[in-house]
């Protein structure tokens, strides 16, 4: 497609139960982030990947949350036995290569996640 | 530790009006910097950069310019319109994170006809 696609863009769900949240990056981009957004926060980086490299976990709040990536194309955030603290808005990202301070960053629109 | 602070909003202002949205940061060594907007019901994405200290990023009619000596990025529109309501977001990058940015909490701008 023409930009980043998520989905769901809403999901709402009870607290301990797991959810998948899905991203398309634009075709051809080599790199994909994961940034959460809770009320009232700026954005909080999660992980990282590019190309076939170790991606960088570094941001990950917890082992509840994973992502995976399939070669270069879409990337899957798992949170595992959801918690209250985890309803926020999940941005995915991509770009074309991750050079030295490109910053040139493409977002989805979000998934927004509600526990309950 | 790198981090971006930005003026609280929400921001109201009139059209035509002069914008200032202020944003200061604190990183070690040299970052770039970069004001980024999301427009209602859109993802978002980058309205400006610079990569050096004294450099201006400029687009649309907002500029904003790299102060090494104030650690500022303060972003400015001469003029506003309606069509600029939006948040926008001052984020910094390092170098050595390859892309991963980081942004502050994002101020939210009004712009009455």
């Known amino acids: 497609g023409a930009g980043v696609s998520q989905s769901p863009s809403n999901k709402v769900t009870e607290k301990g139960k797991d959810v998948e949240l899905r991203c398309d990056p634009i075709s051809g981009h080599t790199a994909l982030y994961w940034y959460r957004q809770r009320l009232g926060q700026g954005l909080e980086f999660l992980i990282y990947?590019?190309?076939?490299?170790?991606?960088?976990k570094s941001g990950l709040p917890s082992d509840r949350f994973s992502a995976e990536r399939t070669g270069e194309s879409v990337s899957t955030l798992t949170i595992q036995r959801t918690q209250q603290e985890d309803s926020a808005v999940y941005l995915c990202?991509?770009?074309?290569?991750?050079?030295?301070?490109?910053?040139?960053?493409?977002f989805g629109e979000g998934s927004r996640l509600t526990v309950l | 530790g790198n981090s971006v602070t930005q003026m609280e909003g929400p921001v109201t202002l009139s059209e035509e009006a002069f914008l200032t949205i202020n944003c200061t940061y604190t990183a070690t060594g040299y970052p770039s910097l970069f004001w980024y907007v999301q427009y209602p019901g859109e993802g978002l994405q980058l309205l400006l950069k610079a990569t050096k200290a004294d450099d201006k990023g400029s687009n649309k009619g907002f500029e904003a310019t790299y102060r090494k000596e104030t650690t500022s990025f303060h972003l400015e529109k001469g003029s506003v319109q309606v069509s600029d309501s939006a948040v926008y977001f001052c984020?910094?990058?390092?170098?050595?994170?390859?892309?991963?940015?980081?942004f502050g909490r994002g101020t939210q701008l009004t712009v009455w006809p």
């Open positions: 990202a991509s770009s074309l290569h991750a050079g030295r301070n490109t910053g040139e960053l493409f």
């Open positions: 984020a910094l990058a390092r170098g050595s994170t390859l892309g991963r940015l980081y």
């Open positions: 990947f590019q190309g076939n490299s170790a991606p960088d």
